[in-house]
């Protein structure tokens, strides 16, 4: 039962290891992906020229994107230009704009992140502040009629609001209830929401603050009556967490800057989306995004995803952008892409219309320095070196214009890009499955060990076991062992059990210790025990004197005088060892003719030893009076004088014993 039991813990320490194992591994988060920018471009010109001033992403690079395996994106676009007055009709035109980009990613798979890129503000004037023109009724009335073109969508999630900052935190905690309450109630929608706080929304300063209320205090009285939002973070990784520069504070910088906030996250029992974040190609900050996505997933259960600040077709040499350089992708991209929550394959870009021209101010050329909106003059016939850009011309015979570069075989490009990281995933897969079976493997073996031996297959493994004590049926003791040597070569007391009258099987025998240095000489009697010789059996007789052929008389019980401990101090008893101690053959031509000493029982109680175990012998004949439970024995008297004509032999065994040549006799012991 124990083996069994031992066996059974073992199989489920197994299982909880195999557990840990699985659960070590990173979860992606549900969504990756990036900002889009472009149509929030042009802030000091509103409502603007569409294509100088501001521009949409192209379907091209939401192609590149997703085949990247970015599953959302965060649209950007001014509330000025989508809603030309306060309470007024959205702007058709605008309104076609902001709608064909979505229905572009809706329907591709992906999910589109609403974002009305406008510090809480419109024109100038922060929304809900004392005295401000612009009140959380023009807010809400701005969602209403933008909810209602896409709450049929369910892959389009509401952003209320990029970056609300510099207002009292309370104000804007009212604002935000307002207009969820308008969404829900009004324009019945059911789309998520995403709720940024004050101070830009850092999440390195949701607990602590600054100069108004910390959004932890505050923003966590947000009422949804769906349940169905979360919070918006943005967190950049240089020393101000502004976004301004391309440094990075140290390689563990981007999950110092997210604990906080996280803790909050699992503390109060909501979500947290990361809208904006950002490090350059410079080495720290790659490791410091490594740390901060590793950071996320290993905190899935609160991080819903990111969307990485920033792309789009006007950044030029900015160096936060994850536009490609040629075919090559930035190295911000490929630690995304370790990261990515699926792939999503694109079909190839459809042909679009004229390019747009940049507004003053932005990159005149495309990623391979050729101007915007035209082809590569000097680019060899059949190269796929040359630089070009979707729709606005085409390459030369027989290639095709496929992320900003010609190419032959566009398919073969996309496999090329798409291949890096499926072999990835593959290794990953193939890792986390030899583990699995490593596991199962093991578990799988002790199961079938531990059913093998429950059948007997195979045996258990056990202790010798000891020889069980005879019962007694006319007498209620018996001596065990005879000999006063003991295991360690020095006179000792011998061991007697006795037993219950019943002499049954299962009775305990009780142990004692007698004042006696030798065991009786047994001479006839099949119901009695002979003295302890090499294992012999009882009954066993003397052999005859040598060269004489007499057997020994049947007599009474012979027995010793008792014998005078040897001077010198005394040591107690040992410890009773594990194993049993073999009893050594008795010596009897080493002691003087004795008679049995018959001892009062002692004051001390001696404790039996555990079952099946036989007390060893004492390394000396006395114990000090202090502490030994055997009283001392008495002196030892002088020896009578030895009988005229005996001699002593030694038998086939080497035990000696006694005879006479004159009269033929013969005897274990020295006759009177």
Not at 626 to 642: E, F, Q
Request: one cysteine or more.
């Amino acid at each position: 039962m124990a083996l069994s039991c031992g066996f059974r813990h073992l199989v489920i320490a197994l299982l909880c290891i195999a557990s840990m194992i699985l659960s070590s591994s990173s979860v992606k988060l549900q969504w990756t992906g990036t900002n889009l920018s472009g149509a929030e471009f042009g802030e000091t010109h509103l409502p603007g020229v569409y294509n100088t001033d501001y521009t949409y992403p192209p379907n091209a690079e939401i192609d590149y994107y997703m085949t990247k395996g970015m599953n959302i994106f965060r649209l950007c676009f001014r509330w000025e230009r989508l809603q030309r007055s306060l309470n007024g009709a959205l702007d058709t035109t605008e309104a076609t704009r902001l709608t064909t980009a979505v229905q572009y990613i809706t329907d591709k798979g992906g999910y589109v992140l609403l974002d009305p890129h406008n510090y809480a503000r419109y024109n100038g004037a922060i929304v809900g502040a004392s005295g401000s023109t612009v009140t959380a009724a023009h807010l809400s009335d701005f969602w209403v009629k933008t909810a209602n073109i896409f709450k049929t969508n369910p892959k389009v999630i509401f952003g209320l609001m990029n970056e609300p900052n510099t207002m009292i935190t309370e104000d804007w905690a009212r604002d935000a209830n307002a207009t969820i309450l308008a969404i829900r109630n009004v324009a019945s929608a059911t789309n998520m929401i995403f709720i940024p706080g004050n101070f830009w929304t850092g999440a390195h300063t949701w607990v602590t603050g600054g100069a108004y209320t910390p959004n932890a205090n505050v923003m966590l009285y947000v009422t949804d009556p769906l349940n169905n939002y979360a919070y918006e973070v943005h967190q950049y990784l240089d020393s101000d967490s502004s976004g301004t520069s391309s440094t990075c504070v140290s390689a563990t910088i981007g999950s110092q800057r997210l604990v906080d906030f996280t803790t909050w996250l699992k503390t109060n029992n909501r979500k947290g989306f990361l809208g904006e974040f950002a490090g350059s190609s410079d080495p720290t900050c790659l490791s410091a995004l490594r740390n901060m996505l590793d950071y996320m997933e290993t905190n899935s259960d609160v991080w819903l995803g990111y969307t990485w600040w920033s792309a789009g077709p006007w950044w030029g040499n900015y160096f936060f952008s994850l536009e490609p350089t040629g075919t090559t992708d930035k190295p911000m991209m490929v630690v995304l892409t370790e990261h990515m929550a699926n792939t999503v394959s694109a079909p190839p870009p459809p042909p679009g219309g004229p390019s747009p021209s940049p507004p003053p101010g932005q990159p005149t050329s495309n990623p391979g320095g050729v101007p915007v909106g035209q082809d590569d003059p000097t680019c060899p016939i059949g190269s796929e070196t040359c630089a070009c850009t979707p729709g606005a011309g085409v390459c030369d015979e027989g290639l095709t214009c496929y992320s900003n570069i010609c190419v032959k075989d566009v398919e073969a490009v996309k496999a090329s890009k798409t291949g890096t990281k499926s072999m990835k995933g593959g290794q990953i897969a193939g890792i986390t499955v030899g583990i699995v079976a490593f596991v199962a493997l093991i578990v799988g073996a002790v199961i079938i060990l531990a059913f093998l031996i429950r059948r007997g297959t195979i045996r258990r493994p056990s202790l010798p076991s000891l020889p069980s004590l005879p019962s007694l049926k006319r007498s209620s003791s018996y001596h065990r062992g005879s000999s006063n040597v003991g295991a360690y070569g020095k006179p000792q007391s011998s061991v007697s059990i006795v037993s219950e009258e019943s002499g049954s099987r299962g009775s305990t025998p009780q142990i004692q210790l007698h004042k006696e240095v030798s065991s009786p000489i047994v001479s006839g009697g099949s119901n009695m025990y002979s003295p302890s010789h090499r294992g012999s059996g009882s009954g066993r007789q003397p052999p005859p004197p040598p060269g004489k052929h007499a057997s020994l008389p049947s007599s009474n019980r012979a027995s010793l005088p008792p014998v005078k401990a040897a001077p010198g101090p005394t040591k107690p008893a040992p410890a009773v060892p594990p194993k049993k101690a073999a009893l050594q053959p008795a010596n009897h031509a080493s002691l003087p003719p004795a008679k049995k000493a018959t001892l009062p029982p002692s004051k001390n109680v001696v404790s039996p030893p555990a079952k099946n175990a036989v007390a060893p012998p004492a390394k000396n004949a006395t114990t000090p009076k202090s502490t030994s439970s055997v009283p001392a024995k008495p002196p030892k008297p002088a020896p009578p004088p030895k009988p005229a004509g005996w001699k002593q032999a030694k038998d086939e065994n080497g035990t000696l014993y006694w005879y006479n040549a004159e009269t033929g006799e013969s005897s274990w012991t020295l006759p009177k």
